[in-house]
């Protein structure tokens, strides 16, 4: 889905210049982030994530009104294999140009990953008072979430790589000067290719008066992607091949195996925020 981020700038530059009945704010969110994947045989943990935001809120009624903003979030999480013996085979080609299969094991394969992302909000707010200096808020709408930087951390205690050639029905598994072999203490990093999505946002809170200009904002929020952040053209070998050694090989990342693969943002937790006129 193709969504044009210009837009979206228009807006919230439209809002701003109308100074009439409006409020700008600021806050932090804290909760679960996930990046969850279809990627088979792979584990994720959930983790701690966080944003900061500022904003801006344009009254169109007493109740309803539209806002838009910029925030900077953070995704962190353990990834590793469903299976810590499992073989994962993907198709490269030699220095002489011959084809072959790539079979890599990896024992005990863990993955850090961290994913830093720009949010652009596009929401409709509506609010209603329930008692003195206490609103009810209901905030609904989408944002572009745009990756900054998809960072892997790779470790293995063994990393073995074989090479098999079908059309002569061979297999290689101690040519490290070739990159076949094992290797002991594997490390490596890495970065995942990204593109931006559009998320869906829920809000529902309180503000509490602390004057007559500022308020207090408190909530709970869930947001969920839809598409994929990944962009790769092929499938790759999530420990990459080396053609002149057996280490210094590229940690392409368990999600690089799939280049169809959805990979998409979730998170959820509360939202603390400061309101002013």
């Known amino acids: 889905m193709k969504f044009n981020i210009k837009n979206i700038i228009g807006?919230?530059?439209f809002l701003i210049s109308q100074g009439m009945a409006a409020q700008f704010y600021i806050g932090a969110q804290a909760g679960i982030g996930n990046i969850q994947s279809d990627v088979k045989g792979t584990t994720a943990g959930y983790a701690l994530g966080g944003a900061i935001?500022?904003?801006?809120?344009?009254?169109?009624?007493?109740?309803?009104?539209?806002?838009g903003g910029v925030e900077f979030s953070q995704y962190k999480q353990d990834v590793s294999l469903s299976n810590s013996s499992v073989t994962l085979t993907n198709y490269e080609i030699d220095p002489s140009t011959s084809a072959f299969e790539y079979r890599i094991t990896a024992s005990n394969y863990k993955e850090k990953q961290s994913l830093h992302a720009i949010q652009i909000p596009l929401f409709v707010q509506y609010k209603t008072n329930?008692?003195?200096?206490?609103?009810?808020?209901?905030?609904?709408?989408?944002?572009?979430?745009?990756?900054?930087?998809?960072?892997?951390?790779?470790?293995?205690?063994?990393?073995?790589g074989t090479a098999y050639y079908p059309d002569v029905n061979l297999t290689i598994d101690n040519l490290p000067e070739y990159g076949?072999?094992?290797?002991?203490?594997?490390?490596?990093?890495?970065?995942?290719?990204?593109?931006?999505?559009?998320?869906?946002?829920?809000?529902?809170?309180?503000?509490?008066?602390?004057?007559?200009?500022?308020?207090?904002?408190?909530?709970?929020?869930?947001?969920?992607?839809?598409?994929?952040?990944?962009?790769?053209?092929?499938?790759?070998?999530?420990?990459?091949?080396?053609?002149?050694?057996?280490?210094?090989?590229?940690?392409?990342?368990?999600?690089?195996?799939?280049?169809?693969?959805?990979?998409?943002?979730?998170?959820?937790?509360?939202?603390?925020?400061?309101?002013?006129?």
């Open 53 to 67: 935001k500022a904003g801006y809120i344009y009254s169109l009624t007493h109740h309803i009104g539209i806002g």
């Open 130 to 160: 329930i008692n003195k200096g206490v609103d009810f808020n209901f905030r609904v709408g989408a944002k572009y979430f745009l990756p900054v930087k998809y960072k892997i951390e790779a470790t293995a205690n063994n990393v073995n």
């Open 11 to 13: 807006v919230i530059v």
């Open 180 to 277: 076949f072999g094992g290797q002991s203490n594997y490390s490596a990093t890495g970065e995942y290719q990204t593109k931006g999505i559009v998320m869906s946002m829920l809000e529902l809170g309180f503000t509490f008066d602390m004057g007559t200009k500022n308020s207090l904002y408190a909530a709970m929020f869930l947001e969920s992607g839809y598409g994929s952040i990944l962009d790769q053209d092929k499938n790759e070998s999530y420990i990459g091949y080396n053609p002149t050694s057996v280490t210094d090989r590229k940690a392409n990342g368990l999600y690089g195996t799939d280049k169809n693969a959805e990979i998409k943002p979730v998170a959820f937790g509360v939202t603390l925020g400061w309101n002013f006129k």
